[in-house]
């Protein structure tokens, strides 16, 4: 399970968070170098986690209410 947390564009404050319960490692998600990328090149990446604690930790952290799960 990964965690990210993200935003769609340098200047924004708003922050959105994404599970992928079926990856293991964030290097899929990381990889700039793979053709059709998980997440746009546009969107910044603000943390990356391995591990269900890292829902909770960023939850609060970046005062993130919903998230997605994939």
């Known amino acids: 399970m990964v ?14 968070m994404i599970v992928f319960t079926e990856e293991k490692t964030p290097d899929l998600i990381i990889d700039s170098s793979l053709k059709k990328q998980i997440l746009p090149k546009e969107y910044v990446i603000e943390e990356i986690g391995i591990g269900k604690k ?3 930790l960023y939850k ?11």
Do not use: Q, W
């Not at 965690?3 to 959105?16: A, D």
């Not at 609060?60 to 994939?70: E, G």
């Open 60 to 70: 609060k952290l970046h005062k993130i209410k919903k998230h997605a799960t994939i």
């Open 3 to 16: 965690v990210v947390v993200y935003r769609k564009t340098e200047r924004s404050n708003i922050k959105h």
């Open 54 to 56: 890292f829902i909770d």
